[in-house]
């Protein structure tokens, strides 16, 4: 894969990665996520992802 690419796929993160980040729980992810806390989420078909930038900032 060339770091072009890489840096395309790389744009978005899963909850999981965000939470082997941060070392929580997938659960207390979902609950900030509940309660409006943390980075903005989207829904890209059925699966939700994190802007890097935003989980970043």
């Keep these: 894969m060339s ?3 890489r840096s395309v ?3 978005w993160m899963t909850p999981k990665e ?3 980040e941060l ?3 997938e659960q ?3 609950q900030w ?3 409006h806390a ?3 989420a989207q829904r890209i078909g059925r699966h939700l992802r994190i802007s890097r930038t ?3 900032a």
């Design 3 to 5: 770091n072009h690419n």
């Design 9 to 11: 796929v790389d744009e």
């Design 18 to 20: 965000i939470c082997h």
């Design 23 to 25: 070392q929580i729980p």
């Design 28 to 30: 207390t992810f979902y």
């Design 33 to 35: 996520r509940a309660k």
């Design 38 to 40: 943390g980075s903005r």
């Design 54 to 56: 935003d989980f970043n």
